[in-house]
């Protein structure tokens, strides 16, 4: 009487998500943010209070509002990406709202002056899907955290206020104020 021994091989394939690594260096690089807009936030230069947004957990906004003279308020998100970047968008309101291509005076002008602005400067702008105006910058992370690029930039972010001032004429036809 013969045996045969039968030897049956089973192979366990156990793959991540191709995202799971990705979405675990995203939340560290959210939480890096954090700490860096918790502690620009008292500093006179940005003296911004940003807060994670409960609708998408990757994205901090702040309302800079002191010692504007064309903006009311410029709102300042800065979103963490799943493709290894920090994008910082701000919103200048103007008269209790967003500047929107659709309600503005002269259209074509304001988009005008909006293509020489990201040629002379280094924020760029543009128009969201709504057609509300911006100010951006973007960040990859490809070298690092740029932990002191991010404050450079949140230091910047006042000057905004001027290029709203030359952008009042397109705007509503009013004369905007230059420091």
């Given at each position: 009487?013969?045996?045969?021994?039968g030897?049956?091989?089973?192979?366990?394939?156990?793959a991540?998500?191709?995202?799971?690594?990705a979405?675990?260096?995203r939340?560290?690089?959210?939480?890096r943010l954090?700490?860096?807009?918790d502690?620009?936030s008292?500093?006179?230069d940005?003296?911004?209070?940003?807060?994670?947004?409960?609708?998408?957990?990757?994205n901090?906004?702040?309302?800079m509002?002191?010692?504007?003279?064309?903006?009311?308020s410029?709102?300042?998100?800065?979103?963490?990406?799943?493709?290894?970047?920090?994008g910082?968008?701000?919103?200048?309101?103007?008269?209790?709202?967003?500047?929107?291509?659709?309600k503005?005076?002269?259209g074509?002008?304001?988009?005008?002056?909006?293509?020489?602005?990201?040629?002379r400067?280094?924020?760029?702008?543009?128009?969201d899907?709504?057609?509300?105006?911006?100010?951006?910058?973007?960040?990859?992370?490809?070298?690092?955290?740029?932990e002191?690029?991010i404050?450079?930039?949140?230091?910047?972010?006042?000057?905004?206020?001027?290029f709203?001032?030359?952008?009042?004429?397109?705007?509503?036809?009013?004369?905007?104020?230059?420091?």
């Amino acid at each position: 009487m013969s045996r045969r021994l039968g030897i049956t091989l089973v192979v366990l394939w156990v793959a991540a998500a191709p995202s799971a690594g990705a979405q675990s260096s995203r939340e560290i690089t959210r939480e890096r943010l954090r700490r860096t807009l918790d502690a620009s936030s008292p500093r006179a230069d940005v003296n911004v209070t940003f807060r994670q947004s409960e609708q998408q957990p990757f994205n901090f906004s702040g309302m800079m509002t002191g010692d504007l003279v064309n903006a009311d308020s410029l709102e300042i998100v800065l979103s963490v990406t799943d493709d290894e970047t920090i994008g910082v968008r701000v919103f200048p309101h103007y008269k209790d709202d967003y500047i929107n291509l659709d309600k503005v005076r002269d259209g074509p002008g304001l988009m005008r002056a909006l293509l020489q602005f990201s040629h002379r400067n280094f924020l760029f702008w543009g128009a969201d899907d709504a057609s509300d105006i911006f100010c951006g910058y973007s960040f990859t992370l490809e070298s690092g955290y740029p932990e002191e690029a991010i404050l450079v930039v949140l230091r910047s972010i006042r000057a905004t206020d001027g290029f709203v001032g030359d952008l009042r004429p397109f705007i509503d036809g009013s004369v905007g104020v230059r420091r």
